[in-house]
């Protein structure tokens, strides 16, 4: 089961109950983080999550609203007792910043490793989660270098007892080769494609905050199980604000979601000025009924298709 | 009447309903806010004070949890309309900071003046409160350099209507020697000393975060109308804690205030395994009777003596 928190749903500047930009995926015990705003270390420590556990950190983009929380959030994971190296990936001028933070943060238990974009997700083999989670960007429209991220959560195909008899792998093998790709016995070698079926759709989120609307993002978040979008302004009244401010409105985010056939789509990035997202809420649904709000620390649980 | 609120009284981290370490001085509608841990805008916001008359802030030391608000909070006074230039001083290392903050924080449409330890007051003449709040500084005792703040709110003088007739002082002057230091009339020069009684006590709040007790401070706070000093630990049973990492108990705190004839103490700063800093006031009552233990968003007001 992948858990999708929303730790912080606002934009430009944090109000009390909602901090800025920050959204956690948890799975198997480990942690991904996309953006760290201000509260970010707050909002987590609402849900008692831990911090030890938190393995890559995603940026969109090096807007405060998006970054100021990592100083803080890197001492406090300094304080857990984290020795392992963490993964930061972010857009150009990712390693820029972290030379800037060096100042903040001066001494940390842990290394830093930074992916600046054109990364590869091979790059981030020594991840804990790397080889069950599959990360994917693409190239935004704002008014900096920002990039959307897809999380793909890989299943692994069911064991075929029929297709490792057809494949002659002798039985005592077989529980190896779930584990391993392959197996070498009497000079023979057995791998796993021998015994395993097709392959099966894993879970799919996909995140897109701070851009307006551009066509490649429909193919980028197609089938997503939870499609996490910004919407800056609620009311289509405010289209040519979004517009000037390289933002969206529900509408557009709305209409995103459904060319993209999404199974939910999830409100966030909210504006100062959209006191009450909530009220909105049908502006998105009469485009696309599967609409939540965030709002922090809101949690949704994605699990495998049956 | 000088207002003070505690914006955030946690220290190392902030958790949910505890900021870190801010301050905020109101007076005459001018704001000095000193510290700027993570949460502190987030707690201007709740208190719905505004953020465009923030005219100095004083940073006490350059560990994260006194300034990981500060790229956050000027972002937000950059969208607040201010213009005028803003003060901030602070130990040695403040100006490297900022260096590290312009990647952070890189447009803002008002300059930063930064006084690092060894200003005069006199330095901050462009500042609108400087005339009437005069700010002084110590050496503390932290793992970094860090300094004490004390603010003390300059009272005029009473008119002396005796001292004036004694001194000559024609009656159509009176009016302007109290606005303008002196005039001259007729060639002769008239002063405020000629026509102003006695001095009259103003305000006096001093703040002592992070340190470990050191004698200077008594003389340093001597007469405070508040005494705000950090309490990293409530029980008597940290004293060894408090010793290696610099800080204070409770007790340490309430046996400054009663040396240094304070008239209130007010504890903030609390460690984050400080959960219940209330059920250790009493041991800072049994040394000090006047303590407050803070809370975020605690407001004190502050008047002359009658």
Known sequence: MLEVTLLGCGGSMPIPNRYLSATLLQYKGRKILIDCGEGTQVSMKAINTGFKTLDLICITHLHGDHINGLPGLLATLGNSG???PVFIMGPVGTKALFGAF???????PFDIQILEKGFKSNELTPLNLTNEIQVSILDLDHSAPCIGYRFEVKRRPKFDVEKAIANQVPKFLWSSLQKTSEVVFEDKIYNQEMVLGESRRGILVSLIT?????????PFINQSDLFICEGTYGSDDNLKKAMAN?????SEAATLAKAGQVKALLLTHFGVALK?????AEVARRIFTET????????????FAE
Chains 1, 2 share one sequence.
Request: proline letters at 10%.
């Open 276 to 280: 009450e997202p909530e009220a909105y």
């Open 292 to 303: 939540k709000i965030g709002q922090d620390q809101l949690k949704i649980e994605l699990k």
């Open 82 to 84: 984290r020795k392992d």
């Open 246 to 250: 390289k933002h969206m409105t529900f």
């Open 102 to 108: 060096q100042i903040l943060v001066p001494h940390l």
């Open 210 to 218: 701070d851009t307006r609307p551009i066509p490649e993002i429909i």
